[in-house]
């Protein structure tokens, strides 16, 4: 019913920039929340940054001022610009949306199938 498709991962070197998309499809009424979530190898995945429908944001003390989340409301798509990357920024990160499909309906979340990003020093 709902997808959300990411796209710009890859390889870059420290100190390089990326910018992660997602674009959420279906049947969609609102969303209350999308967000970035990352996950690297032998570690548990963290969220990285979040924005409600207000517009507000939030993010994790580690990529605070490198990293920038913004929405395009009319395209149900969710941004990640990341700057100043750093070796550590080395996972796969996957979009969460927490949307319903009409008025009536609770709101649920949806994960994406994830994008690679890398990081060389």
């Known amino acids: 019913q709902v997808q959300l498709v990411e796209s710009g991962g890859g390889l870059v070197q420290a100190g390089g920039s990326l910018r992660l998309s997602c674009a959420a499809s279906g049947i969609i009424f609102s969303i209350n929340r999308m967000g970035w979530y990352r996950q690297a190898p032998g570690k548990q995945r963290e969220l990285v940054a979040s924005?409600?429908?207000?517009?507000?944001?939030n993010y994790a003390d580690s990529v605070k001022g490198r990293f920038t989340i913004s929405r395009d409301n009319a395209k149900n798509t969710v941004y990640l610009q990341m700057n100043s990357l750093k070796p550590e920024d080395t996972a796969d990160y996957y979009c969460n949306a927490n949307l319903r499909g009409t008025w009536y309906s609770g709101f649920e979340d949806y994960w994406g199938q994830g994008t690679q990003v890398t990081v060389s020093s």
């Open positions: 924005i409600i429908s207000s517009g507000t944001t």
